[in-house]
């Protein structure tokens, strides 16, 4: 049997139009446009057997699978699924000091300094070791779980997507996102294989 995951990124929310920095720390709702971008990938997307969802503890993910979960469908929340933290960043707008600590943060990252995070955050590599566990129990352990949904965030989306298919974390910026993106990922029992690329046909 192979295993169909669902692999999403969280609708928009009022910080990312802002471009306030959110990560781990920052709970923030979906806006308007967000709430329309879940209601479409339900549509899209309500027919698929789900089995089970999984979501991280931020609210802006359970709000973006929440037509699933009023269907019933059982779910379970991750702190493994959580965004990176941003440390210091997290709630402040990017300005042009913030976007040269950013951007030399990431071609570190691209160099292969994936142990590196910003002052008070998380890097990568931290990020990768809390999602390990969730790879191993969750998308391997249950074999009887043909299709999966999981709702997520756009950096730590990233880092789980470099663990699923092999790659080093210095390659994640090659798994680009955006709100409400789709990365449908089968798994054959013995490798991981990407069948849609952040795929937003559903939001029209």
Partial sequence: MVKKIYLIRHGQTYFNVRGIVQ???IDAPLNDTGQQQARQFHAAYAAVPFDRVHIST???????????LDAGLPHEKHRALDEISWGHREGTRITPEEDIEYHGLL?????????????GGESPEEVAARQRPFIEQVLRGRPEEENVLVCM?????RVLLCQLLGYPLSRMDHFEHRNLCLYKV???GS??????????????
């Fill in 23 to 25: 990560g781990s720390g």
């Fill in 153 to 157: 965030h756009g950096r730590a989306m």
């Fill in 186 to 188: 089968h798994y054959t």
């Fill in 58 to 68: 931020l609210m802006r993910t359970q709000q973006s699978i929440q037509p699933f």
């Fill in 107 to 119: 071609r570190a990252w691209q160099r292969g300094e994936t142990h590196l995070g910003l002052p």
């Fill in 191 to 204: 490798m991981f294989a990407v069948r849609n690329y952040m795929d937003t046909a559903h939001l029209g």
